[in-house]
């Protein structure tokens, strides 16, 4: 996929096939990487965004019946939603594949798969790896994916670093530390370890808080700068986002060579979307 996407050659995988995009949650990435796949293999997309204003769930539909209308329109569905579980209920209620774009606070892990194939991509394995996750633990569907995919690996230790009110859940930490992960929380930047493959830099969740002050208070506790890059960052790392950024890394950290979040990840997420959707339409 990744070839076809550097030449920029039409495919034809797709050709027929119809894929809905039902993004409840705004989102531009995700949204442009699935849109640009399906039709970079020869699908077409029905594009709904913000259905709860547009839609007839603005009248009150339920999840489930909207699903099971866009199941006789289209192939498969690509959902984002609010609601953590949301993608599985709508999965249980039709028979076409349904992607999980993202569930509330829960999952993310068609990011989780780019995450994975662009730390592949620089290292050449997916085990025995060090990284650093930094921002909101807690709420960040993103973070909780990545993990979960790097568990499934042996011999990988994170270091972990967030506010305190934005910490891992512990149910979380002990699935993972269960599946033989070691997992290290720090409280500083200058507890960063040297010899770490990755750094997994994330926004605070502004929109899972209840209390705009409290983002306020601790929505920059930790930002990359170049000085921060100099201090703690190996010569070999890379520096990921999944973004959107908002200010948590200055942009005069986005010319160095070990930042990849406008770079190796974009391209990476593009072409995980192509391989994905081939793969659940059984094209492949
Ligand atoms: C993330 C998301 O929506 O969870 N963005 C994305 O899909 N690349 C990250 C975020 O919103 O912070």
New binding site residues.
């Given amino acids: 996929m990744q070839k076809l996407l550097e030449k920029k050659e039409q495919s034809e995988i797709l050709k027929g096939s119809i894929v809905t995009l039902l993004f409840y949650?705004p989102?531009s990435?995700?949204f442009g990487s699935f849109a640009s796949a399906v039709r970079r293999l020869g699908g077409t997309t029905i594009d709904i965004q913000n259905p709860k204003q547009t839609a007839s769930v603005a009248k009150g539909e339920t999840l489930e019946d909207t699903v099971k209308t866009f199941e006789t329109y289209s192939d498969a569905i690509v959902i984002?939603h609010p609601d953590t579980g949301a993608a599985s209920n709508a999965a249980a209620a039709v028979k076409i594949p349904i992607i999980n774009?993202?569930d509330g606070i829960g999952e993310?892990p068609t990011?989780a798969l780019l995450d994975m194939f662009t730390i592949y991509q620089k290292f050449e394995r997916l085990d025995s790896l060090t990284g650093v996750f930094v921002g909101d633990l807690l709420n960040?569907?993103?973070v909780h994916s990545l993990l979960t995919g790097l568990s499934l690996f042996k011999n990988n230790t994170v270091y972990l670093l967030s506010p305190k009110e934005l910490r891992l859940s512990p149910q979380h930490k002990k699935t993972f530390e269960e599946k033989g992960m070691k997992i290290i929380e720090i409280s500083a930047l200058s507890e960063l370890p040297k010899q770490a493959n990755f750094w997994y830099w994330?926004?605070v969740?502004k929109e899972r808080f209840n209390d705009i002050k409290e983002y306020e208070k601790i929505k920059l506790a930790f930002v990359v700068t170049p000085e921060v890059m100099k201090k703690y960052a190996g010569q070999n790392m890379i520096l990921m986002h999944?973004?959107?950024r908002v200010g948590e890394i200055e942009t005069s950290v986005d010319s160095d060579t070990r930042s990849v979040y406008f770079s190796d990840q974009i391209r990476s997420g593009v072409s995980v979307c192509m391989a994905l959707l081939a793969l659940v339409l059984g094209k492949i």
Wanted: charged share 30%.
């Fill in positions: 949650e989102s990435r995700t984002r774009a993202g993310h990011q960040g569907r993103t994330t926004r969740q999944p973004l959107p």
